[in-house]
């Protein structure tokens, strides 16, 4: 696989994810949405573990762990974020998981105790609270319903940082597929449950729309972007790869504004910066303060 191709997959996957999760979940209802999604994620996985890996999925104790771990977060972190796109834009839900690395840096030096709360990061990380308040500010402004969102959308940011802390904390050597395909034999059976429960029955329509859409996420939101994300990390430079989560937001919000008439206000730009000037800060202002000594 060509590096920058896998680069550029990303990138498009991560930047078209919110607004297509947006019209699975509205179209369908998002239990249906997100549950018909990582079923059709964990039947792809399946076929890729059957045709591409040269040995069974590993069923040890510790690989077992992973799964858990993986699958927990799977399930928490996209339950929440497609419970709050019912009242939030798709441009939103992308800005906020922007402060998915400074949530894991704080969870790293609380769990891990790494050095990564340096001064230049503290900054990164007010400034990413500062521009949180701004959007969570402006939600309020639209609807109380939006406020909602925006807090689904944060703990759910939340279950991603978390697994990533464990995941690292148990030091396991699994390869990206395997790590996608246990956690979603974890994840989906409880989804299958949950939607059972709290909803049942087939919705009475879907659009194309919403039905292509959960195809897309099923696939390249669920198992395709994972490996590609994984694939690029053992080839390029950490501060290279985190540039996407500078990119993506912005292209969704774009996205969001020309293709489901989301609103863009000086408010959400303003808030949009203070997030992303946050990561900035807290992806490489330490190399810069030592470039400069």
Not at 39 to 68: C, E, H, P, T
Not at 91 to 100: A, D, K, T
Not at 133 to 152: D, K, R
Not at 241 to 264: D, K, R
Request: glycine letters at 10%; one cysteine or more; aromatic letters at 14%.
């Amino acid at each position: 696989m060509s590096v920058p191709l896998a680069y550029i997959g990303v990138i498009i996957i991560w930047s078209t994810t919110p607004l297509a999760l947006k019209w699975s979940g509205n179209d369908a209802g998002f239990l249906f949405g997100v549950t018909a999604r990582m079923s059709i994620g964990l039947l792809f996985s399946s076929v890729l573990i059957m045709l591409l890996s040269n040995r069974r999925l590993q069923w040890d104790k510790a690989s077992r762990k992973v799964y858990f771990v993986v699958g927990i977060a799977i399930y928490g972190a996209m339950l929440s974020v497609y419970w709050a796109s019912q009242y939030i834009s798709s441009g939103f839900i992308s800005v906020i998981f922007g402060l998915n690395p400074i949530v894991t840096g704080i969870l790293a030096a609380l769990w891990l105790n790494e050095r990564s709360l340096t001064p230049a990061k503290i900054l990164g990380v007010a400034l990413g609270i500062a521009g949180l308040t701004v959007i969570f500010s402006q939600a309020i402004e639209l609807n109380g319903s939006s406020a909602l969102g925006v807090a689904g959308v944060c703990l759910s940011v939340l279950f991603h940082s978390w697994s990533s802390v464990w995941f690292k904390k148990l030091d396991i050597k699994l390869t990206a597929l395997e790590i996608t395909h246990g956690g979603l034999m974890v994840s989906v059976p409880l989804y299958i449950f949950t939607w059972l429960v709290l909803q049942g029955g087939w919705p009475e329509e879907v659009s194309l729309r919403g039905l292509g859409s959960i195809v897309y996420l099923g696939i390249f939101g669920s198992v395709l972007g994972f490996v590609m994300f994984f694939y690029i990390l053992k080839h390029i430079d950490v501060s290279k790869v985190s540039l996407i989560t500078l990119v993506t937001p912005v292209l969704a919000l774009f996205l969001g504004y020309a293709l489901n008439n989301e609103v863009l206000n000086i408010s959400i730009w303003s808030g949009t910066f203070l997030i992303m000037l946050g990561m900035s800060f807290y992806q490489w202002s330490d190399r810069l303060f030592l470039k400069i000594v």
